[in-house]
């Protein structure tokens, strides 16, 4: 196994979802990939927070994450908004004000040009049916921001995510969905653009074997499955694509790639 670059879940991985503490040996494995000179970055699904509030909330954890380090999928949905006039929105209220911000007006009418969907979701039968309206009957375009089957509210609850909203439209319309967030290659392909590696060298650590880790794979990363997060040790073996590694926390992660770049050196 060569080892050139890191990709790191924020939530789960880094940081605990929703309430954001940081993980046991966070800081050390970010440490770790300075000392070793190999670059990395974080990667997040989470669109109830901006860019900017994760980047403080990172800055806060005393992390010392740049800009460019960071990537969440409101930064491919600010280039689809390009051009859009008004858009239906499923999502938290900070979804919504980016939405706004972006100039687009948002409705809970069907007679919009895009449909997004995000997490932090509420679901009345008015917005599902303007939604499917919107998509089946308007032409109008349809945006998940991910696809994540469960998330882990702050008080540990195991909660659907938006990846049930999506599916549940898709099946309906007949109209697949334009993924701007993980699993969808394009994401991960642009967390590495400046990167100029070999895909095969780097490595995709989450705590998601599903969302997360079969995307990687798909691309071509190496798959770490760390235990921190939303699913626990053995869900990997019932899935069709298994992770190259699996640790139930991260300093056994930093111990094996530690004796991994010691043997290659």
């Not at 699904?45 to 969440?72: C, F, H, M, W, Y």
């Not at 469960?150 to 999506?166: A, E």
């Amino acid at each position: 196994m060569a080892l050139a670059g890191i990709l790191f879940d924020l939530e789960g991985v880094l940081l605990k979802a929703k309430t954001f503490e940081i993980l046991p040996f966070a800081r050390e494995a970010l440490q770790f990939c300075r000392e070793e000179q190999l670059p990395f970055g974080i990667i997040t699904n989470n669109t109830v927070e901006t860019p900017a509030s994760i980047l403080g909330i990172l800055s806060d954890r005393k992390l010392g994450i740049e800009e460019s380090q960071l990537l969440t999928p409101l930064k491919f949905l600010k280039d689809e908004l390009v051009g859009v006039e008004k858009a239906l929105v499923i999502g938290n209220d900070n979804l919504h004000n980016f939405v706004v911000k972006q100039g687009v007006e948002v409705s809970s009418m069907p007679n919009v040009d895009v449909v997004i969907c995000g997490g932090s979701y509420s679901i009345t039968n008015m917005n599902l049916y303007s939604a499917f309206s919107a998509i089946s009957e308007n032409n109008s375009r349809f945006l998940c921001l991910h696809r994540n089957r469960i998330f882990k509210d702050m008080h540990g609850i195991t909660r659907p995510d938006v990846g049930s909203i999506v599916v549940g439209l898709e099946y309906s319309t007949g109209i697949p969905a334009k993924t701007l967030g993980k699993p969808s290659p394009e994401y991960f392909k642009y967390a590495i653009r400046d990167w100029k590696l070999d895909r095969g060298d780097i490595l995709l650590i989450s705590d998601d074997p599903v969302s997360d880790l079969g995307g990687g794979k798909a691309v071509g990363f190496q798959t770490g499955f760390v235990c921190t997060g939303k699913y626990n040790i053995g869900i990997q073996e019932s899935l069709d694509i298994q992770p190259d590694m699996v640790w139930p926390s991260l300093d056994q992660a930093i111990a094996d790639l530690a004796r991994l770049t010691s043997t290659a050196a």
